[in-house]
């Protein structure tokens, strides 16, 4: 069971992502549970399956238009599609990778699935999921974190 | 006893990442004037093939990758190259990972996410073993 305590892990790490990357702070709104399996997702998700001590999911999931600034944020002039996907999935694997900090090495990830323009496709392993909503600009997107 | 011809004036310097926007950013954002980027590789397999044709004498080398992951990458370019300076890039922020990169062969390690100056900070501690 997914400790409620262990969702810092998580806030520290998205918060950590955009003052590093974005060098302009996010805020993190309170986290909840969601326990039908549909946490939602919004145009384009980086999925990290986790496996080892802990199994599951993470995902981050965000609108085209946070994804573009925050590529312009980063210097990045190409705002592709391809470079959208990419960047969500880093965002992902960053996150995902830091809570090795606290959860440690057997804490396993894999490398990002992205998921664009198909929200249908987004789903959970499990019915429980804590959804760590972020606010940024005036952007909104979310972090899901789904492990047994 | 130095680690690479400091005599040179430039040293070759290749992006290893599978993220095309951190391998574009790595490039952009590095302001080490000695170091000129010769190439850039998305997986291990790749980055290996790269290095035999490039013979960079310094590698930021990312570790979640497809095909061939960065530790493995690490050894396989020490096998071919034990002077080589490779500064480890990576999210996975446990200890026990960056002592292991460490361990086979690997001189430094920058824990993303970074800022420019935390990459040309850690670029020039690397250089510095030089």
């Known amino acids: 069971m997914f400790k409620e305590a262990e969702i810092r892990t998580f806030i520290e790490g998205t918060t950590a992502y955009f003052e590093s990357s974005a060098q302009q702070s996010a805020t993190v709104g309170s986290p909840y549970l969601v326990t039908d399996g549909n946490p939602g997702a919004y145009e384009y998700t980086g999925v990290i399956s986790i496996t080892g001590t802990r199994k599951g999911v993470v995902y981050f999931t965000a609108p085209r238009g946070m994804l573009t600034v925050l590529l312009m944020r980063m210097q990045e002039t190409d705002t592709s599609d391809e470079n959208i996907k990419d960047l969500v999935g880093e965002v992902a694997n960053t996150i995902s990778g830091n809570a090795r900090r606290d959860f440690g090495k057997n804490f396993v990830i894999s490398v990002p699935t992205i998921i664009a323009h198909d929200l249908e496709k987004v789903t959970t392993p499990y019915s429980r999921s804590f959804v760590i909503p972020i606010n940024w600009r005036t952007h909104s997107a979310k972090l899901v974190v789904c492990l047994e | ?130």
Do not use: H, W, Y
């Open chain 2, 1 to 130: 006893m130095p680690r690479v011809n400091s005599v040179k004036n430039s040293l070759k310097l290749m992006i290893v990442d599978d993220s095309n926007i951190i391998r574009r950013r790595i490039e952009r954002s590095q302001q080490i004037d000695r170091l000129e980027v010769v190439g850039a590789a998305s997986n291990g397999r790749a980055a290996v093939e790269m290095f035999r044709r490039t013979q960079p004498d310094v590698v930021t080398m990312d570790l979640t990758m497809p095909e061939m992951d960065g530790v493995e990458c690490v050894e396989e370019i020490i096998a071919l190259n034990p002077d080589v300076l490779i500064l480890v890039v990576s999210a996975l922020a446990d200890k026990a990972t960056a002592v292991e990169a460490i361990e086979k062969g690997a001189n430094g390690f920058l824990c993303k996410p970074f800022t420019d100056r935390q990459l040309n900070d850690a670029l020039e501690e690397l250089l510095s073993e030089a």
